[in-house]
């Protein structure tokens, strides 16, 4: 047996992994056989020399005492069961079994011998099929055994002048249909054989048969886009407004296909723009929905709702918005389409423009859309240009003037876990900073939201967030009024980012509340860690404490340097036990307990002193050296001795 490649093997077992051991040495021997043969044909002398020089393969040895046999077993006594499947190169294989399993052969599907009529019909022997008539045992009402009469065949084969023959032999034929409700009449036109569609309707056929999905002759025309046949069988009177098993009507279909020669044919022979399929949808807002301008511009010469609904009460124009079919919109807004009229999620059509992320259809749609509408739907389009990070579009409805502290509705707001409401904690979210700078340009409220802009960007490291928020006056200290602290909030946040938890601190963020405890030296009651003990920590009057936060598993690692970073920021504090026993679990922390027991230098109670009287913020503004205000602000650790400051240059320092 030869051998294949790996990559052959691969193809192989996800061709063949549901056959048998039997059936896959069986596959695996015609392969050899055929590798063989191909090779020994294409292969040159030295390869033929070679081969012969080869050792004899060795012959296939089967396991089963009954190994497949090489010719098919007579159906007619064969008593097992059959089963078919496809090879990789699309060969029809069938296998034949015993009720045991066993496998009494494997091969090549056997081909059905096509019936001599229906080959001469095929052939277009037009003599033979006249000679095949005269037999008497040639019976014309008599399908073949796929269902199809003799006239079918000549209809897919293009065959007119067979197809003539045999309705003339046999004028039962024009509207049988086969096994599966089509006509030949339908089979003509689905193959677009008009000379055959021709010879069927001079014969009396009936246009307006359908098929088993109820679509009549002309709305196959219409959906093979051929105006040929759609006005042979409009001449001969057809029912135009026929439905498919859809409701669509063969209007719909040619607008579908936007063919304007088709639509015309159809409106003047009676075509009703304004019937809708069972989905509620008429041909003109099919036409918008597919983006086909021809068909749109003919429907609405011919007088077609612009503002046709959808049965979920979308317009055209709101699901061409949609779809990004910028042509549509101009040419529906042109009509004077409905821009205020929202789908069934209450969403205008600049809604859904934005989210799409189309700047030229958001632009049309601006100047045509009521603000008052807007507000009513509960959603700016700004929140969703911020949620989908469309700023070219935020920019724009910002120079515009919509809102940008509008909020999300209650609905919409509890739409999401976070109760997220500005179009600023959109943008936070999604670390964009972009779009958080242009509305804070713009004069977005960094306060609004129950969950704190600044406390997300904290959760997410994002250093560059936090300093926008807080430069355009995010309260640092903000509570969260579902989650109760008797610290700031945002630390639960900031932790385990050092960096901008000093940020916050040097900008104002409260210190001394995360040393104040009610248990004080006593011993501290077991931290609940799970979420039905409540959500973590202890609850009391004052909310969460810091040292219980901070005794969390996830943080308790960071403990020793969280503290040490407070401690730069108050005055004589004094550690609670759960504090003193964090500091006293890891040995390098020693000395930050010592900072804390210690008497605080001076120069530090002094640098809180003047904090506490000018503010944070003045602090650049006092007429002292920079290093000196460096101190203030926590810039550097501790002032030289006052004999060196007299040498320093000031300057250089402050740089």
């Given at each position: 047996m030869s051998t294949v490649s790996s990559e052959q093997s691969m193809e192989d077992y996800s061709l063949y992994r549901n056959l048998s051991d039997d059936e896959l040495l069986q596959v695996a021997i015609e392969r050899s056989l055929s590798h063989t043969h191909n090779d020994t044909l294409s292969s040159g002398p030295e390869s033929r020399l070679s081969s012969q020089n080869a050792p004899p393969a060795p012959s296939a040895?089967?396991?089963?005492?009954?190994?497949?046999?090489?010719?098919?077993?007579?159906?007619?006594?064969?008593?097992?069961?059959?089963?078919?499947?496809?090879?990789?190169?699309?060969?029809?294989?069938?296998?034949?079994?015993?009720?045991?399993?066993?496998?009494?052969?494997?091969?090549?599907?056997?081909?059905?011998?096509?019936?001599?009529?229906?080959?001469?019909?095929?052939?277009?022997?037009?003599?033979?099929?006249?000679?095949?008539?005269?037999?008497?045992?040639?019976?014309?009402?008599?399908p073949n055994k796929q269902g199809w009469f003799s006239t079918h065949q000549a209809a897919f084969y293009g065959q007119s002048d067979c197809l003539q023959l045999l309705l003339s032999a046999q004028p039962r034929l024009t509207n049988q249909r086969t096994s599966h409700g089509e006509s030949s009449l339908i089979v003509s036109v689905s193959r677009e054989q008009l000379r055959c569609v021709q010879v069927l309707l001079e014969n009396g056929a009936d246009p307006d048969i359908?098929?088993?999905?109820?679509?009549?002759?002309?709305?196959?025309?219409?959906?093979?886009?051929?105006?040929?046949?759609?006005?042979?069988?409009?001449?001969?009177?057809?029912?135009?407004?026929?439905?498919?098993?859809?409701s669509c009507t063969a209007l719909q279909e040619a607008a579908t296909q936007n063919n304007v020669e088709i639509c015309e044919l159809l409106l003047k022979n009676g075509a009703k723009h304004a019937l809708k399929n069972r989905f509620g949808l008429s041909p003109l807002f099919s036409a918008a929905q597919s983006g086909q301008t021809h068909a749109l511009r003919c429907l609405l010469s011919h007088g077609a709702d612009v503002n046709s609904e959808a049965a979920d009460g979308a317009t055209a124009l709101y699901e061409a918005c949609k779809n990004g079919h910028k042509a549509v919109v101009e040419m529906l807004l042109s009509h004077n389409a409905d821009a205020n009229k929202p789908g069934k999620r209450g969403l205008l059509p600049l809604h859904i423009a934005t989210q799409q992320g189309s700047d030229a259809i958001v632009s049309m749609l601006v100047p045509v859309t009521s603000k008052t509408r807007v507000k009513r739907s509960g959603i700016s389009p700004l929140h969703l240009a911020a949620e989908r990070n469309r700023d070219n579009i935020?920019?724009?409805?910002?120079?515009?003037?919509?809102?940008?502290?509008?909020?999300?509705?209650?609905?919409?707001?509890?739409?999401?876990?976070?109760?997220?409401?500005?179009?600023?904690?959109?943008?936070?979210?999604?670390?964009?900073?972009?779009?958080?700078?242009?509305?804070?340009?713009?004069?977005?409220?960094?306060?609004?939201?129950?969950?704190?802009?600044?406390?997300?960007a904290a959760r997410t490291g994002c250093f560059q967030s936090v300093r926008l928020l807080v430069e355009h006056g995010a309260h640092i200290n903000a509570p969260i009024p579902t989650h109760p602290t008797s610290f700031p909030a945002v630390y639960m946040f900031s932790m385990k980012n050092l960096y901008i938890f000093k940020y916050l601190l040097d900008h104002g963020g409260h210190a001394h509340s995360c040393f104040t405890c009610v248990y004080g030296s006593r011993p501290h009651p077991p931290i609940r860690t799970s979420r039905s003990e409540g959500a973590g920590s202890q609850i009391h009057n004052s909310g969460v404490q810091f040292c219980e936060m901070i005794s969390v598993p996830s943080i308790s690692r960071w403990a020793g340097p969280i503290i040490d970073v407070l401690l730069d920021y108050v005055g004589h504090v004094t550690l609670c036990s759960k504090l003193m026993e964090h500091l006293e679990s890891f040995p390098d922390w020693s000395h930050?307990?010592?900072?804390?027991?210690?008497?605080?230098?001076?120069?530090?109670?002094?640098?809180?002193?003047?904090?506490?009287?000018?503010?944070?913020?003045?602090?650049?503004?006092?007429?002292?050296?920079?290093?000196?205000?460096?101190?203030?602000?926590?810039?550097?650790?501790?002032?030289?001795?006052?004999?060196?400051?007299?040498?320093?240059?000031?300057?250089?320092?402050?740089e």
């Open positions: 040895q089967y396991s089963s005492p009954n190994p497949p046999s090489e010719r098919p077993p007579d159906l007619k006594t064969f008593d097992g069961t059959i089963s078919r499947f496809v090879t990789g190169s699309g060969k029809s294989m069938v296998a034949y079994r015993r009720h045991d399993g066993s496998l009494v052969h494997i091969g090549p599907e056997p081909k059905e011998e096509e019936e001599p009529l229906f080959k001469a019909i095929r052939d277009g022997d037009l003599m033979k099929v006249q000679d095949l008539l005269k037999l008497p045992e040639t019976n014309l009402t008599i359908p098929n088993s999905d109820n679509e009549t002759p002309l709305y196959k025309a219409c959906e093979k886009n051929n105006p040929a046949i759609v006005a042979a069988l409009l001449h001969r009177g057809v029912a135009v407004n026929a439905r498919c098993i859809q935020l920019e724009s409805l910002i120079e515009d003037g919509f809102d940008v502290n509008a909020e999300l509705s209650d609905e919409r707001c509890s739409l999401y876990e976070d109760r997220r409401r500005t179009v600023l904690f959109f943008s936070v979210v999604n670390n964009n900073l972009h779009a958080t700078r242009l509305l804070l340009a713009a004069g977005a409220d960094p306060n609004r939201d129950l969950l704190r802009p600044l406390m997300v930050i307990k010592d900072k804390a027991v210690g008497p605080r230098p001076l120069l530090h109670l002094c640098r809180l002193q003047i904090i506490s009287l000018v503010g944070q913020r003045q602090l650049e503004t006092l007429p002292i050296p920079g290093a000196l205000i460096g101190y203030l602000n926590h810039k550097v650790g501790e002032l030289l001795p006052l004999e060196a400051e007299d040498e320093l240059d000031w300057e250089d320092f402050n």
